[in-house]
Nanobody, 117 residues
Framework: QVQLVESGGGLVQPGGSLRLSCAAS????????MGWYRQAPGKQRELAAR???????NYADFVKGRFTISRDSAKNTVYLQMNSLKPEDSAVYYC???????????WGQGTQVTVSP
C-alpha cells in the first residue's frame, strides 16, 4: 500500500512561482512512475509532468519550459517546480504513482493551486 501526501499549494500571482511536494510512504521510485496531474473545475484530469523509474521526464505542452519535475530518493519525495504561473494553471494538483508492470495507480489527496492577482 502506497500513501502519497501533497503539499505546497496556495495562492500566487501571475508570473510567480510555487513548488509542490509529494511525500511517499516508502521507497517506491524503482517500481513506480511518478506524475503530477491537475484538474480544474469542469475539466478532465490531465497529466502535467511525469518522471519514470529511469529518471526520464515528460511534460505536457502547456507546461514545457515553465514546470520541472524532480525527485529526491533519499526523502521519498517528488517535486514540481512551477514558474511563470498563469491563471489557467489554477487547479487541484494530484500526485500519482503508477506501477510500471501492473499499471495501477495510487493518488494523493491533492493540493489547490490558485493563480490570481
Amino acid at each position: 500500500q502506497v500513501q502519497l501526501v501533497e503539499s505546497g499549494g496556495g495562492l500566487v500571482q501571475p508570473g510567480g512561482s510555487l513548488r509542490l511536494s509529494c511525500a511517499a510512504s516508502g521507497s517506491i521510485f524503482s517500481i513506480y512512475n511518478m506524475g503530477w496531474y491537475r484538474q480544474a473545475p469542469g475539466k478532465q484530469r490531465e497529466l502535467a509532468a511525469r518522471i519514470a523509474t529511469t529518471g526520464n521526464t515528460n511534460y505536457a505542452d502547456f507546461v514545457k519550459g515553465r514546470f520541472t519535475i524532480s525527485r529526491d530518493s533519499a526523502k521519498n519525495t517528488v517535486y514540481l517546480q512551477m514558474n511563470s504561473l498563469k491563471p489557467e494553471d489554477s487547479a487541484v494538483y494530484y500526485c500519482n504513482a503508477a506501477h510500471v508492470v501492473l499499471q495501477f495507480h495510487y493518488w494523493g489527496q491533492g493540493t489547490q493551486v490558485t493563480v490570481s492577482p
